[in-house]
């Protein structure tokens, strides 16, 4: 039965019921804010070096969608990171990369642009958009000769969206909202290293 058809006080239902209402907002929330999940990363020798292959899964949430559609544009930071293990000491730092995409929308041509740099390519949707972000092909990030052979070594990646480079008036907003607090995870991983310019 109901609890307010019970023996218990009128208080106590409207404080279950307050509480419920008070979960669900936060659960929904939560699932409004989005999330970037890296599910697969990669080193690959080339001939120069190494380059980073990876695809992250990325949703923004319905707030900051809004806002790229209605023309703010997004910055995002793809952050690589090697370090090598060191039982006597911490582990030392190898090697970095790190590349900023500017996401933004056109209103006159009805197009999401994904830039880096001077390159841009164009998408119809914000999805195809997203999904490009997500997909990292061959990035070099390290010269040839940088590691070493024989050494155990520790790679981490990381996309994700970064709100200093908002339009002034909307930092406050976006650093006092939820909602723009995409969670980024990182992926770690030991990779394993053939000298640069063999065969993979």
Known sequence: MPCCKSARPDGFCR????????????????AAAGGIEPTRAALVATEDGYALAAEFNVDL???????????????????????RDRWYWANEHVASHT?????????????????????????DTLSEALRALGRVGALPVMERGTIKPGERYMAAVRLGLDRNQLPKPFQLDAFANRDWDIPAKVL????VLPAAGESK
């Not at 404080?15 to 939560?30: D, N, S, Y």
């Not at 209605?70 to 370090?83: C, D, P, Q, S, V």
Request: net charge positive.
């Open 15 to 30: 404080l279950l019921r307050a509480f419920l209402a008070l979960t669900l907002a936060f659960m929904c929330i939560g």
């Open 99 to 123: 590349l900023t995409y500017r996401l933004s929308y056109t209103p006159l041509t009805r197009q999401y642009r994904l830039a880096t740099g001077s390159l841009f390519r164009s998408f």
């Open 188 to 191: 770690r991983w030991q990779p």
């Open 61 to 83: 949430g319905p707030r900051v969608e809004e806002a790229v559609t209605r023309g703010i544009a997004l910055y995002f930071n793809l952050e690589f990171e090697l370090t």
